[in-house]
């Protein structure tokens, strides 16, 4: 089995759940956003449109993440291909950082509360628990979510549908099933990470709704 | 919401993104860290080469201290033994043992050196061979720790290995210029000058080199162009090409007609040190993430420029 995500850019609204979803299942800090948005202007005015790329860890099947941990503390897991840290193998020392093209990880240097001045939130101080600091985080497609049967947080969330998730290895899951009918792509595929976040694109012929 | 902070959402709509967990904040400490290690390893060679034991000193010293220097990188100190777990894969795992290898080696041969055990005996040959062992290790590590990060295509070049041999092999002639210095009664003679000038060539061939390779691929000339008239430029031309190159080169040059003194090589050696460091905070810091989408995007949007 191989956990993965496809990403609509047809139906994406940039409305910016898919990342708030995720900061409240995760409770996690400022300055650490393990699902976030690429925006950007293309083109030249009077011709111009916003391109909005969500993105989030692409749990690839060849991480170059993996490789370059003096630790272990990054691996792959065998089961489902998901990508996770061990936080209490993790140094801190961040060549995962610079090895990951897609701004995945995100260190954290000191637990800071969202009020500065008024100490930490209930709220906070609940889910702030699972962090450490002086390690790298990043999104592990909501494992406790998916282990016990649900969808990671910013699936579950988008009010558009237009995140789904499933098994890759499956030729008839739907994703596998929508990567096949839209020309799903994935980024920066020349690198040699095979991520398993596929993207369809924004610009298709309409079909059959799924 | 705070600087970093900002920094961080202002880097997320970049389409050239810098890198900045190796160049920025305590990262500082892992540039420092490389250069002493490095000049530590190629001041090792030109130490024994010259038979000079103070120079094996200070290039001992100059790994240990940056061994700990590097410490002050980690965000979990404590757990630095953990990142020998993983040789097989990564490169700071080979790193670290080399430097376990090394240090020890380092400090046994050098005690026979200053008459413990001489440096003839069975133990010291093969305390000196484990040395140039770890010593290799810091060598390669250190480059190669930066070339395999592809998704960072200024560092992710086969010469940058290569590259950062010499500028160890530069930096560990300038830490034997010091050496030197301080031994009033030892004349360098001009091998060592002729190393310093081999080692700083090779450095600016492969650089230039790596422009040349670099100049089609969009990523690299964005990270050259910092470096070249960008936020790093006054540190490059100050730092790397006139403190670094260019003050110590003319004392070499001079010194190979008539002799520039201990204050002369002291200078020499120093200023080199000093343009090395400039040069390893400069690549780190000029480092640039390949961008996630190939299309042109408005100006605004660019980044650092």
């Known amino acids: 089995m191989r956990y993965g995500m496809v990403i609509d850019l047809k139906r994406c609204i940039s409305c910016y759940a898919c990342q708030v979803a995720c900061k409240s299942e995760n409770a996690t800090p400022p300055g650490v956003l393990y699902a976030w948005a690429f925006r950007m202007e293309q083109g030249e005015y009077p011709n111009t449109r916003q391109v909005y790329l969500p993105m989030l860890c692409n749990h690839c099947d060849e991480p170059s993440c993996v490789d370059v941990c003096p630790t272990g503390a990054t691996y792959k897991r065998d089961e489902d291909g998901i990508v996770v840290i061990d936080a209490d193998k993790c140094v801190g020392c961040r060549a995962c950082m610079t090895a990951c093209p897609y701004h995945a990880r995100y260190y954290l240097d000191e637990i800071r509360g969202y009020y500065p001045g008024q100490g930490l939130t209930p709220y906070e101080e609940a889910g702030y628990g699972k962090h450490s600091e002086g390690t790298v985080e990043k999104c592990n497609f909501c494992l406790d979510r998916v282990g016990n049967g649900q969808e990671p947080a910013c699936v579950a969330n988008c009010p558009a549908e237009a995140r789904i998730f499933g098994d890759l290895d499956d030729p008839d899951s739907e994703v596998s099933r929508l990567i096949r009918r839209d020309a799903g792509f994935q980024l920066l595929v020349e690198l040699g990470n095979d991520p398993s976040v596929y993207y369809l694109p924004a610009e298709r012929p309409a079909k059959e709704s799924r | ?305």
């Open chain 2, 1 to 305: 919401m705070n600087g970093r902070t900002l920094t961080l959402y202002s880097d997320l709509e970049a389409v050239y993104r810098p890198q900045r967990v190796w160049a920025e904040g305590r990262a500082i400490s892992l540039v420092v860290a490389h250069f002493l290690s490095g000049a530590g390893a190629g001041g090792w060679l030109l130490g024994l080469l010259f038979d000079q034991r103070l120079v094996l000193a200070l290039s001992l010293a100059s790994v240990v201290l940056g061994g700990f220097i590097h410490l002050g990188f980690l965000g979990k100190p404590a757990r630095a033994w953990k990142m020998m777990m993983r040789p097989q894969s990564s490169w700071i795992s080979r790193g670290l043992w080399s430097m376990i290898v090394f240090m020890p080696t380092a400090a046994l041969y050098l005690a026979g050196a200053y008459g413990a055990w001489g440096t003839r005996s069975a133990f010291a040959i093969v305390m000196l061979v484990l040395s140039l062992a770890g010593m290799a290790g810091i060598f390669l590590y250190k480059g190669f720790v930066y070339a395999v990060a592809r998704a960072v295509p200024l560092w992710n070049s086969p010469l940058l290995p290569v590259s950062y041999i010499a500028v160890g092999l530069k930096g560990g002639a300038a830490l034997s210029l010091v050496g030197f210095a301080f031994v009033s009664s030892a004349a360098p003679g001009t091998a060592m000058q002729t190393w310093w000038l081999a080692s700083a060539g090779s450095m600016i061939f492969l650089f230039l080199l790596e422009l040349a390779m670099g100049r089609n691929d969009e990523t690299v000339s964005r990270s050259l162009s910092v470096l070249r008239g960008g936020e790093l430029a006054w540190l490059f031309f100050l730092g790397v090409v006139l403190i670094g190159l260019i003050v110590p080169g003319v004392l070499i040059i001079v010194s190979y007609s008539t002799s520039i003194g201990m204050a002369g090589l002291l200078i020499a050696g120093v200023t080199s040190l000093i343009g090395d460091l400039a040069y390893k905070y400069s690549m780190n810091s000029a480092g640039t993430y390949v961008p996630l989408v190939s299309f042109s995007p408005a100006p605004h949007a660019q980044g650092r420029t």
